[in-house]
């Protein structure tokens, strides 16, 4: 099993639709949670950090459930420039600042 | 704030010929990682630095790769020899060692081909 599993889709989504992504982590003991956005071709950036009590940033929000090992990212009204991959991120159990990726999910919002 | 600084941005090699990545990370950042993300997968990391210092290499393929930090600042990345399943983009991130937040942050990767 992955440490960290997602969806790769891509999501086909019209401008203004709301859109949810989820993922499965393994490691019971990960202490740290974060989604990154990848564009095409470009380096990842981190998107936002997920608690357990949920957090939110304008459009997007993230939430965390540890019982199940389940993240998911919510964006409402969708805009062209969400176009993206969005990575699902773990920071493993033990310090050390060691990330581990899912594979990501394509988004691509319509006219 | 200057961002990470990596060369060379693209690449080209012969499968069996050596390459080397170079990188440079953000001022002040004492981590600093490689990443190897091949086409629809995510970032895999390679090696960790804690300043000069090896943190992580268990997924580096240490008969072929080889990386190092010599002053604690730049960092190389050594292909040698390529095989064809190491083309991918290497990425190298940064990070303070100490931020609650763990925000790593990437340059903008090195894409080798290898034919």
């Known amino acids: 099993r992955k440490e960290v599993e997602q969806d790769p889709g891509p999501f086909n989504v019209p401008e203004g639709a709301t859109v949810a992504f989820n993922c499965t982590y393994s490691n019971s003991a990960s202490q740290s949670f974060f989604w990154y956005r990848q564009d095409c071709r470009k380096e990842p950036k981190l998107l936002m950090s997920?608690?357990?009590s949920g957090n939110e940033d304008g459009r997007f929000t993230a939430q965390l459930n540890r019982a199940s090992q389940y993240i998911s990212l919510l964006i409402r009204d969708s805009k062209l420039s969400d176009s993206a991959t969005y990575l699902c991120?773990?920071?493993?159990?033990?310090?050390?600042?060691?990330?581990?990726f899912g594979t990501g999910t394509q988004l691509k919002v319509e006219l | 704030e200057a961002g990470v600084a990596q060369s060379p941005r693209y690449k080209i090699i012969e499968k069996r010929q050596s390459v080397a990545f170079w990188c440079n990370p953000i001022s002040g950042h004492a981590t600093l990682y490689w990443y190897q993300q091949i086409l629809g997968q995510g970032p895999k990391l390679l090696i960790q630095f804690q300043n000069n210092g090896v943190v992580d290499d268990s997924q580096l393929p240490k008969d072929r790769f080889s990386a190092e930090r010599l002053k604690g600042v730049d960092s190389t990345l050594k292909i040698q020899p390529a095989k064809l399943e190491d083309s991918a983009v290497y990425l190298c991130?940064?990070?303070?060692?100490?931020?609650?937040?763990?925000?790593?942050?990437f340059g903008p990767g090195t894409r080798l081909t290898v034919t």
């Open positions: 991130a940064s990070s303070f060692p100490d931020r609650v937040l763990y925000e790593q942050y």
């Open positions: 997920v608690y357990s």
């Open positions: 991120v773990v920071n493993s159990a033990g310090g050390g600042n060691k990330l581990t």
